[in-house]
């Protein structure tokens, strides 16, 4: 059975992520469009000292073949993809959503934040690298605009 160190190898990294979030659903709380919590989040991820790239661009595959593209949120610390939602309920659809942006980034962790709610919802999703799709392209090297913050 694995550690809890093994099975959330990331947990230091996405507990500032989590208190970061909470910080901007506290200040902000609900009621805003999803770009808004999205911004606020990037400037409380840079005062936290946390790296990380906004809005960055996966590719997508369909059975080894480049099928199209789309982006994710966050990707932070160049491993840990960062969707969010600012609807009143998480949906199962939200949640398959996230699964599928992290399976096709390649990356093993990732979180889904929803501030659309009275309290901030937090999903942890993780993924075995060993299924399924090649890896898309890393975040440190090709993240939208050069707006890699650290």
Request: proline residues 2%; hydrophobic residues 35%; negative net charge.
């Amino acid at each position: 059975m694995a550690t809890l160190d093994e099975q959330y190898s990331d947990r230091d990294v996405t507990g500032k992520i989590i208190g970061c979030a909470m910080e901007v659903h506290r200040v902000l709380g609900n009621g805003f469009q999803e770009v808004i919590y999205q911004r606020a989040l990037d400037m409380e991820m840079t005062s936290q000292g946390l790296e990380f790239c906004r809005e960055f661009e996966m590719t997508i595959y369909y059975k080894g073949a480049e099928i199209g593209t789309r982006r994710v949120d966050f990707c932070v610390a160049g491993r840990i993809m960062v969707e969010l939602k600012a609807v009143t309920v998480l949906e199962d659809v939200h949640l398959a959503q996230a699964k599928n942006y992290l399976e096709a980034s390649g990356m093993t962790t990732g979180l889904l934040l929803n501030f659309g709610g009275r309290s901030l919802d937090i999903k942890r999703v993780m993924h075995s690298p060993s299924q399924r799709i090649p890896r898309s392209k890393d975040c440190h090297t090709h993240c939208p605009h050069h707006d890699f913050h650290d």
